[in-house]
């Protein structure tokens, strides 16, 4: 039998594909997802799920970015307040916006939730949607953080660049679900992620349309909260959105729990991932407690809900784009 | 000069591809379409614009389908109400309500769009958004149209399918952006049109997650309205889903007004595109008066304006799938 050299070329082996999780270790994190990923898109295999119900969200903070020592919109929207109330100090009506425009952490955290909302109101209303996402680009891109020296857009985890790249390789949707503001996210996501503005959900303030003094048809941020895209609302930001049950969820805290459990209680094969902050020299060591990222019931449930917890510094290999 | 059969084949000019349209008679209006295709996807033209930026919006009753003798949304209400009525007449709290279970239209329209919350709000509430999707979309595609005997998802308007599709190999995401409720449009969006659920934007009622009896994750209608995607809340809706301004919008009605609006008013090429009701024989006539899909305003500016009206007799060859 004479076989002849191009048909003799198709019997080789497929040489396997490049390691598309190359910032990853060879632990049992990366060997876990792979194999989830394999098992959804074997065409061949009862577990293939076909590519429109490929869909995978990421939480944002301590997820997809850095979140210390405080989320990076909280940074903004004081930067924000300071300039505003420099030029008029009225504006700082009360306590908590007076300590923000001190850059006072201690007592902005003093006031929980609702003084960060309080703040990120004062700062964030009265602009439109895009001359905002233009004032957030710019300061994600330049202003730098306190103890890394880079840019908060610089502080996005490579690990999870090379996740969501792999992810849409195989034909998933890949999704921001977060409890940070929709607009701020959105002013970064297509730079920093390759995500889309109508693949981020987040939380929302009120937005209107009207005609300005000169007749355009403007869009308004009029600051108040209308929707809180954490813990029983990431399930229904993601139905909001995008209408449909994921069947691959990541996230860090407490923050995310509904959000993994939603994901993973549907039928098929599912995917919870849970990015663990284990890493003080590379990054931040934080996980029970604190004001920030919290996880605590979500590290006592991973191992009997099947769900992977990440360890920072087992797990990934280097942390931030452009390392070694 | 010797040239190779593969490399004459190369010089043969490429013939001109199938009409995108075929559905669309050859009058201004195809061309116009065309013409503003061909404009926006030619890297070569000023005119350019990049695929991402190729949003393209549609609302939904009386520009992709029908909307007569009543939104089909609100015909699906009734049936489903005269069904809760049978079983429990206790739910029929209002003047409204009794009208609606006995199906008396003119009592449902005395009562204008509150009226119809109403009924849409107490049909659907309390049902999951799983049951409800499917419930709805077995009643689109077996309840059947009182004058045309087609089922409402058979009601679809060919020439705007093909306008779908068209704007989609061209790279446009194609979006829904209705006053119609979010979840009963995703219920038929993917099957009838090719629309994913997450490029629907419309109406939301309020949804809770909660694990049911049983433990069992779940999202629930609760009955409700949030969010009216109509009028200024179409500009709004986008802004919320999207995050982009389109280039192309598409409505039939005054209620699209603000959204061709904002959408026309963006820098570079842009489109407005009105679908004028003008065949009582094939279709329906109707525009400046009555209670469903009023298009009075639109009429009178659409010139000034540079939108273009289709006018549903002139423009259009065929008007249902399946018609010769
Ligand atoms: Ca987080
Ligand atoms: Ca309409």
Do not use: C
Request: no cysteine; charged share 20%.
């Amino acid at each position: 039998m004479r076989i002849s050299l191009a048909a003799a070329f198709l019997l080789v082996p497929v040489i396997a594909s490049a390691d598309p999780l190359p910032s990853w270790n060879d632990t049992g994190a990366k060997a876990a997802i792979i194999a989830f990923v394999d098992s959804v898109t074997d065409p061949d295999a009862d577990t293939y799920v076909p590519e429109a119900n490929r869909i995978a969200v990421f939480d944002n903070d301590g997820t997809l970015w850095a979140e210390q020592p405080a989320y990076f919109q909280l940074l903004y929207a004081i930067d924000v307040l300071k300039q505003k109330a420099g030029a008029d100090a009225s504006i700082l009506t009360s306590d908590v916006l007076k300590a923000a425009a001190a850059g006072d952490m201690q007592g902005i955290m003093a006031r929980g939730t609702e003084g960060l909302l309080e703040i990120i109101n004062v700062s964030h209303a009265a602009i439109t949607a895009e001359a905002f996402g233009a004032n957030a680009h710019a300061w994600l891109t330049t202003a730098t953080h306190p103890t890394t020296g880079r840019t908060y857009a610089g502080m996005i985890y490579q690990p999870m660049l090379e996740l969501l790249s792999y992810l849409r390789e195989e034909e998933f949707t890949t999704w921001i679900v977060s409890g940070g503001g929709i607009d701020f996210i959105r002013a970064i996501a297509e730079d920093a992620y390759g995500i889309p503005p109508w693949q981020v959900v987040g939380s929302q303030g009120n937005t209107s349309y009207a005609l300005s003094g000169d007749g355009t048809p403007t869009l308004t941020k009029d600051g108040g909260i209308s929707f809180i895209d954490d813990k029983e609302g990431k399930p229904v930001g993601i139905m909001r959105h995008i209408g449909r049950r994921p069947i691959f969820a990541a996230g860090n805290s407490d923050g995310d729990f509904q959000m993994l459990e939603w994901t993973t209680a549907g039928d098929g094969p599912r995917f919870g991932l849970i990015v663990h902050h284990t890493d003080a020299g590379r990054e931040f060591a934080y996980d029970r407690e604190g004001g920030i990222g919290v996880l605590d019931r979500g590290l006592d449930e991973a191992d009997e809900r099947g769900w992977l917890v990440v360890d920072m510094a087992r797990d990934w290999g280097r942390v931030w784009p452009g390392e070694e």
